[in-house]
């Protein structure tokens, strides 16, 4: 994952409000996303991710959607974004998220019960999204087929506690007054179980 290395290390990090934000083209389309920098996320994603029977991708919005639209187009499998607009349709769930620096309601439309999902994001940082999503999707009954997330910062309160199910990462790692560190150097990622480490699986 060279060029996904190469661009956390080289990522701006702000304050907002005493939260320590990477702004980075993955999850922020800021700086300018490069195309190449994003077949490599996708193509790793596609390899990481367990596709087996999966009849939906799955992806909050917004920062999610580029990646699960190009996964989407190489594998043919559908896309549910889910949104932060409620439009009332029939079956539509309301879930609320909290991040570090933000809460709000997202709405799930078009998943039912006996779906075999991936989910897919861009980041994972406090976890409060990834959990109220999880929590939404079990309550619809849908089967969580797999979890793969591009970047986990590892920094901070544990982002998959309250997650009961595995979660794949692309690359993790810390941030701190000096920069990004990255916590497996092989940029890996590996399976990451809830409250745990890189278990170092490979492709």
């Known amino acids: 994952m ?3 290395a190469s661009s956390v290390r080289e ?8 939260y320590s934000y990477l702004v980075h083209p993955i999850s922020n389309c800021v700086p300018t ?12 994603t596609i ?13 909050p919005a917004a920062m999610g959607i580029h990646i699960s ?13 889910i949104r932060k607009r409620e439009y009332g349709l029939e079956g539509e769930v309301a879930l609320a998220k909290q991040t570090g620096y933000s809460e709000g309601e997202m709405y799930i439309n078009d998943v039912r019960e006996g779906d075999r999902v991936l989910l897919l994001d861009d ?10 999503i999880v929590e939404a999707l079990e309550d619809i009954g849908a089967d969580i087929v797999d ?3 591009a970047i986990r910062k590892v920094d901070g309160e544990d982002a998959l506690a309250g997650i009961d199910h595995p979660v794949k990462t692309l690359i993790n790692i810390r941030v701190g007054e000096d920069g990004v560190e ?15 480490e890189a278990a170092g699986v490979s492709d």
């Open 2 to 4: 060279d060029r996904l």
């Open 11 to 18: 990522a701006p990090i702000i304050d907002k409000d005493g």
């Open 33 to 44: 996303l490069d195309p190449g920098l994003l077949r490599e996320v996708v193509v790793k």
């Open 47 to 59: 390899r990481k991710a367990n596709l087996e029977d999966v009849d939906k991708i799955v992806t």
């Open 69 to 81: 639209t190009a996964v989407s187009l190489m594998t043919d499998i559908p896309l549910v974004v």
């Open 123 to 132: 980041l994972i940082s406090t976890g409060g999204t990834m959990r109220a």
């Open 147 to 149: 979890i793969v997330i």
């Open 182 to 196: 990255i916590v497996d150097e092989e940029g890996d990622g590996g399976l990451i179980e809830a409250g745990g």
